[in-house]
């Protein structure tokens, strides 16, 4: 669990979100209750323009622990401990950082059939409305994290 809490702190900082934010997810990661973490590039309209979004399957973690795999090797991809899947969906995310105005905005989604006001309570998270987006989304494809793979991120973002 710690090298993944690890990738979400190293997304969520380069990020440049709120310790608020990231001490949220950190909280809601180690309980497993996030099976998506997103984080938005928004414009000064509040629409996003890009998108990180970081995805968990607790199923394949836990089959992973019973088999075994609560240690993992790294081998020279990762760098500072960090997958390289991470580090290049950020560099690409990064792009929409630069742009001027843009903020951070970042957005949980729970595992199916969660006690969503429970979780809310005890993380300080209230349920939110969909996503505006700024103009035509451009999908990316997810990558599973080498060495890993319970996890996976993509880059989406606007023509």
Same mark, same amino acid.
């Given at each position: 669990m710690d090298l993944l =809490? &690890? &990738?979400v702190r190293v997304a969520l900082r380069?990020? *440049? @979100?709120s310790q608020v934010s990231l001490d949220t997810a950190v909280a809601g990661v180690r309980k497993k209750y996030i099976v998506k973490l997103q984080i938005y590039a928004t414009a000064s309209t509040g629409k996003a323009i890009g998108l990180l979004e970081i995805r968990i399957d607790w199923q394949r973690h836990e089959f992973h622990m019973s088999m075994g795999g609560d240690t993992v090797k790294l081998d020279s991809r990762w760098e *500072? #401990?960090?997958a390289i899947e991470i580090d290049e969906a950020l560099n690409v995310f990064e792009g929409f950082l630069t742009r001027s105005g843009v903020t951070t905005l970042v957005r949980y989604v729970y595992y199916p059939g969660a006690d969503i006001e429970a979780i809310g309570r005890e993380l300080g998270t209230r349920p939110s409305k969909p996503m505006a987006w700024a103009g035509s989304v451009i999908d990316g494809s997810p990558f599973r994290l080498s060495l890993? #793979? =319970?996890?996976? @991120?993509v880059v989406r973002g606007v023509s």
């Open positions: =809490e &690890q &990738q380069r990020a *440049n @979100v *500072n #401990d960090t890993l #793979d =319970e996890a996976s @991120v």
